[in-house]
């Protein structure tokens, strides 16, 4: 089946990490990939994994990948105040049509 | 590059009455998105065109919902007659599918949304 989870919430102090999960069920996925979502505006695309991968960094943005426990993460070092927005996490299988399925996404808070 | 085109912006609509929104994905983008965003959650699919035809369109609610994509390029989605619990965001989306790579870049809108009183 297909389903993704994250937890609703997380505050963090600037200049700190911030670590987001996610979860899915869908072993045959091909590709995840983490949106950001600001207040009013449509999703941004952050980063995405290939399922052969364990590991992806993009500047301030790693991407772990467990695939074994079907877990991914999204760490954003030096979090800054413009970090903070709604951050989804997404699976799509390759072949076929690339359906993406999101999580509920994870509102991240960044304070001074 | 221009981005994803969505209109209206907001949209105050009656229960029982119609309403339609618009989408002009980026030119080229054979995939085309409509998803629903209720508050508090993810994006729902709500139907996938790959140029004008349906590859998915499992979750769209068909008695009431409906779109189309005239000669694979801009869509439109319509809701005839709207319920309340149809108060959401309107996300349209597009992708350019690279079949070598197989991942999916989906550049979104802005979205609609919508409120049903």
């Known amino acids: 089946g297909e389903d993704v989870e994250q937890s609703l919430f997380l505050s963090v102090r600037e200049g700190d990490s911030s670590v987001i999960n996610c979860t899915y069920t869908?072993?045959?996925?091909?590709?995840l990939y983490w949106y950001k979502q600001e207040p009013g505006a449509g999703l941004q695309l952050l980063t995405y994994?290939?399922?052969?991968?364990d590991m992806k960094q993009d500047q301030r943005l790693t991407v772990l990948l467990n695939k074994k426990d079907k877990h991914l993460s999204l760490r954003i070092a030096d979090t800054q105040t413009g970090d903070s927005a709604i951050y989804f996490c997404?699976?799509?299988?390759?072949?076929?049509?690339?359906?993406?399925?999101f999580g509920a996404g994870t509102r991240l808070a960044v304070h001074p | 590059e221009a981005g994803v085109a969505q209109s209206p912006r907001y949209k105050i609509i009656e229960k029982r009455q119609s309403v339609a929104f618009w989408c002009n994905p980026i030119?080229?983008?054979?995939?085309l998105y409509w998803y629903q965003q209720i508050l508090g959650q993810g994006p729902k699919l709500l139907i996938q065109?790959?140029?004008?035809?349906?590859?998915?369109d499992s979750q769209l609610p068909k008695d009431r919902f409906s779109a189309e994509r005239l000669k694979g390029v801009d869509s439109t989605l319509k809701i005839q007659p709207a319920k309340l619990e149809d108060s959401a965001v309107y996300l349209c989306?597009?992708?350019?599918?690279?079949?070598?790579?197989?991942?999916?870049?989906?550049?979104f809108g802005q979205g609609t949304r919508l409120t049903v009183v």
């Open positions: 030119s080229g983008h054979a995939t």
């Open positions: 997404a699976e799509s299988k390759s072949g076929g049509y690339n359906k993406l399925i």
């Open positions: 065109f790959q140029n004008n035809g349906v590859v998915d």
């Open positions: 869908d072993s045959s996925s091909t590709y």
């Open positions: 994994i290939f399922s052969n991968m």
């Open positions: 989306a597009s992708s350019l599918r690279n079949s070598r790579v197989g991942s999916t870049e989906a550049f």
